[in-house]
């Protein structure tokens, strides 16, 4: 019951130091048969109502109600990279999407312009969540916690109770996207939590995909393209990871062909990109692409190590040291990558109809750098207009 | 364990007990949604509220609170409205995070003055703390961009304080960042990037070009296919009206929010006129909701031909702007509305077996091209002799600078008593008409006034050996009525002996020509429909196509097979015309199709079936299979279209 003890009692820890040894503890001392006593005997009263309801709930709803449509689905984390372009690719694929969205002072307009609908709710505070899963067939997770907010409460509690209140209500299948390698870096904490949900989805008795990804090329765009093209520096480090992007709308495109595949289901899938690239050779092939020289700053991967040490020892600092994790697997010498023919196989997909990064950014400096030139030439004509 | 949270965060009975309930009696999944909505909503405002407090960096930076607006001075202000929410500045991040890291601990107690101010000094410290120990980085790099700055801001001390703010959260984010790697943490995207890989930018893959200058107006838009067809033209950055019949919230629910909605219904011209105002493209995807004859006319014929009228009427009315130079105006290539306007048009007689010696004991032939005293060209008269024809020919006179390469076809304006005539085309060198090559097609009328539509594809040389129709090269007209053969059984001594012809000409006019379609119906292949219904079902929806082929617009006719609500793009289509089809298709293909269609010059003026593949048996296939699997870019509709007949 340890397990359970430390989930309820983590709201508490939150803010403590300590909390990452628990978790870790917790996390790793995980098996199988303390997550289903969860599920199935609720130690307490007033959990034990609720619980039994939506269990029941489920056969009869099946036989009286209209069933639920194999078409709708919800999607987590909708408005971040990778959500919004499982969004776009569900509704042009006939979908009735649904997007849970945390209320926000600036709503998601652009998800509703698409077509989808939008639902308030918050993965930090379970009660929103039930509601939002009515009528829903699918769940797709890409929900990720921003970088600037503690991990924990939507990366590991948000997601134990999204995926417990999934298999109550009875959803059909649950996609869940994960980190590639998460296994073996039970140090940096995003990974460790992503590698404990994935245990915990495993054990939940759901229908279920997993997705491990690699990396996306529309972060390079921020990081390394756009410094160049205003003349910026661009702040590299000399860490011989390699990392295969990948296209988000690919993976997206992907997921959903996995989604249908019967082949696929209960199955950890990775998708890596067709090549992997080190920090080094992205940044040159932008200068080539933007036909400019980049202003590189290189950060040896041992400062960012350094600074991480640093800032763990300070409280209000966590969150900056959990950022600076993965310089622990930078400098560990990993090449995210795996060969995709098999899943090519599987998927049935075309590895040509693959975006490679070369393609992707070249792509990117042509249209920018047309629409550039359009500025300017808009600007001398109003020159002469004035 | 989920409603086990629900249970310890709420009160037995809050939010998850409503949602069961509302699981359980749904009677519809539509219906669900606002039940669903409502205890979610309603966890949203309280929710909203506290989420402002311990909101991220986003709401932080483009909405700094008063503390933030305080101590922030510059950070939060400048470069916080400047990059909007993707480019997050390191710094409030921080303290936004430190600040929440605090608020967690006393969670749920009141904010008040007193703890805000509190939080204010916890800042600053933190601030100072942080300068501190990256202080040397942040000078490193203030030293690199600090020229032009020293000019700027070297007067106020405060304008560098800010400055340098600005520089050092730069340094920090960048420097932060590289600590990630972009799968974990890639939202900061700045929305102008945004701006080219999403919404209708180049980059993103279902982006159309020209997209954004194209009204595509959607009738029955939240009919089944009409739901995904506005969701996919939204996707690819159309503007996008909705023609419904009601105003209601669920219907407003149910589509975008930029989608421009009329309000009216199809079966009433006036709404539908001004639905079609503005528009360069429809999708008509409404269909009746019930069989009932009444029903099925309104909106499956009647609705059909109002729209089509009307946009043609649109059409019209801004080729009259432009005093019939626009391209949609049809060229006039003969009208006949006075006794002088018969001028140039010769009567002709002939046989096909010149030398038998029989058509001379024949009865005869007999023929006159007139104008009556009704005001009508009539061309009249008898060919009983075996072999025989009678024709009208003229030699085109077209308005200078007009060729009729720009055209897609004639358009006759016809009255009668219903015979089929030949349309010949004699093309090649003016000088030398025995080197001009014949070509025909056949076109018939109906008793009464019609208008028939002869498109230049449909003519086929005279002589087989010759190339196919070249429209430019045209130089005469001919309209030539030739009797069928009579079969012996045939009673042939009824009042309308096939014989004897009336032909009333109104005008003869040349179609333009358009690369694109203006008009997709989505009609019914027929199968899936209960088969004592299918009869009126199908006669409604046939006699809608033919007001939409006659229409004169640049028509696509889909007839899917029974539809399926399933995702789309997962099995391969079979595009076929006659009647053969017989499986499912899922309502996400047919609105790919329609989609498709919009652009594509192969899908113009064409009607036909679509279904999923089936699995032939030996010896039976019958079908021109054009299989897609969906992947990036895929035009499966040119190829599979492109061998399919037009204007059938």
Not at chain 2, 96 to 117: D, I, L, N, P, Q
Not at chain 2, 409 to 415: A, E, H, W
Request: contains cysteine.
């Amino acid at each position: 019951m340890a397990s359970s003890t430390s989930l309820a009692a983590l709201p508490s820890q939150l803010a403590s130091p300590a909390r990452r040894a628990a978790l870790s503890r917790s996390a790793t001392a995980r098996p199988r048969h303390h997550h289903h006593p969860l599920l199935r005997e609720p130690p307490k009263g007033c959990r034990l109502v609720v619980t039994c309801n939506a269990q029941t709930a489920v056969p009869t709803s099946i036989a009286q109600g209209t069933p639920v449509r194999p078409t709708s689905i919800l999607v987590v984390g909708a408005t971040g990279t990778l959500g919004r372009q499982v969004v776009r690719r569900a509704l042009d694929e006939g979908y009735d999407v649904r997007c849970l969205v945390r209320p926000r002072p600036a709503p998601a307009d652009f998800l509703r312009d698409w077509g989808a609908t939008v639902v308030n709710a918050d993965l930090s505070k379970p009660e929103t969540i039930p509601a939002t899963l009515v009528g829903i067939h699918t769940v797709i997770d890409c929900a990720t916690g921003r970088p600037e907010e503690p991990i924990r409460t939507v990366d590991w509690e948000g997601k134990v109770a999204l995926i417990q209140c999934a298999k109550a209500m009875g959803i059909q299948k649950y996609v869940f996207y994960s980190i590639h390698n998460c296994d073996k870096h039970p140090e940096v904490p995003l990974m460790e939590i992503k590698h404990c949900t994935e245990k915990f989805i495993q054990d939940a008795g759901l229908d279920y995909l997993i997705i491990r990804l690699c990396g996306f090329m529309q972060g390079l765009i921020g990081q390394y393209a756009v410094p160049i093209l205003e003349e910026k520096s661009v702040w590299g480090t000399d860490a011989p990871t390699r990392i295969a992007y990948m296209d988000t709308q690919d993976v997206a495109r992907l997921t959903f062909i996995a989604m249908r595949n019967e082949k696929a289901s209960k199955k950890l899938l990775t998708f890596a990109g067709p090549r992997a690239w080190t920090t080094q050779e992205v940044i040159t092939l932008c200068e080539r692409l933007a036909g400019q020289d980049a202003n590189v700053t290189t950060v040896p991967v041992a400062v960012l190590r350094f600074t991480r040490q640093l800032t763990r020892f300070f409280q209000w600092t966590n969150d900056v040291a959990d950022r600076l994790a993965f310089s622990e697997v930078l400098s560990s010498d990993t090449i995210f990558s795996v060969p995709m023919n098999d899943t090519y196989q599987l998927l049935g997909v075309d590895s040509k109809d693959i975006l490679t990064l070369e393609k992707y950014l070249q792509d990117y400096f042509t249209n920018i750098l047309k629409k550039l030139k359009d500025l300017k030439a808009q600007s001398k004509q109003t020159d002469i207009f004035f | 364990m989920a409603a086990a949270i629900v249970a310890a965060r709420a009160p037995p009975g809050g939010g998850g007990a409503a949602a069961v309930i509302a699981y359980h009696h749904c009677a519809s999944p539509s219906r669900a949604l606002p039940l669903a909505a409502g205890p979610s909503a309603g966890g949203g405002v309280v929710v909203g509220r506290r989420y402002h407090h311990h909101g991220g960096a986003c709401c932080f930076a483009a909405k700094p609170t008063q503390v933030a607006a305080e101590v922030d001075q510059g950070g939060a202000a400048e470069p916080g409205v400047a990059s909007a929410n993707a480019a997050v500045e390191a710094k409030p991040r921080k303290k936004a995070r430190s600040r929440r890291g605090r608020k967690g601990k006393r969670s749920s107690s009141s904010e008040t003055r007193t703890t805000a101010v509190l939080e204010e000094e916890e800042e600053v410290e933190v601030k100072e703390k942080k300068t501190e120990e990256d202080g040397e980085e942040g000078k490193r790099k203030e030293k690199a961009a600090g020229l032009d700055l020293d000019e700027v801001m070297a007067v106020s001390p405060v304008g560098l304080g800010r400055r340098s703010r600005q520089i050092f959260d730069e340094v920090w984010r960048k420097f932060s960042r590289l600590g990630q790697m972009s799968s974990a943490s890639s939202t900061a995207l700045a929305e102008e990037e945004q701006a080219v890989l999403i919404r209708g930018g180049p980059m993103c893959e279902f982006t159309v070009p020209g997209a954004q200058d194209t009204t595509v107006l959607v009738v029955g838009a939240t009919s089944r296919i009409g739901r995904i067809v506005v969701r996919k033209l939204m996707l690819r950055g159309y503007n996008v009206k909705a023609l419904v019949r009601r105003n209601d919230a669920e219907v407003i629910d149910m589509l975008p929010r930029s989608v421009d909605i009329v309000v009216g219904d199809v079966g009433d011209p006036s709404t539908v006129k001004s639905a079609v105002s503005g528009c360069s493209k429809i999708i008509y995807c409404a269909t009746a909701r019930s069989t009932i004859t009444g029903d099925l006319n309104r909106v499956d014929n009647q609705g059909v031909r109002n729209v089509s009228k009307a946009f043609q009427d649109y059409y019209n009315e801004l080729a009259q702007l432009r005093a019939g130079k626009s391209s949609k105006s049809k060229l006039l290539i003969a009208k006949f509305k006075s006794p002088k306007s018969l001028n140039g048009w010769e009567v002709d007689q002939g046989s096909y077996f010149p030398n038998t010696f029989a058509s001379r004991f024949d009865e005869g032939i007999d023929a006159s091209f007139d104008f009556s005293e009704a005001g009508q060209a009539v061309l009249s008269g008898f060919v009983f002799t075996r072999g025989g024809y009678v024709e009208i020919s003229k030699r085109l006179s077209l308005p200078l600078g007009s060729t009729l390469d720009r055209y897609d076809g004639l358009l006759f304006s016809v009255g009668g008593n219903g015979r089929s005539y030949v349309v010949i085309l004699e093309t090649g060198p003016l000088a030398d008409t025995s080197q001009s090559k014949k070509y025909f097609a056949r076109m018939t009328t109906k008793v009464g006034f019609c208008r028939v539509r002869v498109p230049f594809s449909a003519f086929r040389p005279v002589n087989p050996q010759d190339p196919p129709l070249d429209p430019f090269l045209v130089h005469t007209l001919t309209i030539r009525f030739e009797p069928k053969r009579q079969r012996p059984g045939d009673g042939s001594q009824s009042a309308t002996d096939p014989r004897n012809f009336e032909l009333i000409l109104e005008y003869i006019k040349a179609l333009p020509t358009g690369q694109e379609t203006d008009f997709i119906l989505v009609s019914c292949s027929g199968s899936g429909i209960e088969p004592n219904r299918r009869e009126q079902v199908l006669k409604a929806k046939k006699a809608g196509e033919d007001a939409l082929r006659r229409s004169g617009l640049g028509y696509t006719i889909v007839r899917p097979g029974p539809l399926q609500e399933e995702p789309g793009g997962q099995r391969a289509l079979i595009f076929d015309q006659g009647n053969r089809i017989s499986q499912g298709i899922s309502c996400a293909d047919v609105a790919d199709i329609c989609v498709k269609a919009l652009h594509d010059s192969t899908a113009r003026n064409k009607s036909f079936d679509v279904c999923y593949e089936y699995v032939a048996e030996q010896g039976n296939e019958l079908y021109e299979l054009v299989a897609h699997l969906p992947d990036k870019a895929n035009n499966y509709l040119t190829p599979a279209l492109s061998v399919l007949e037009k204007n059938t």
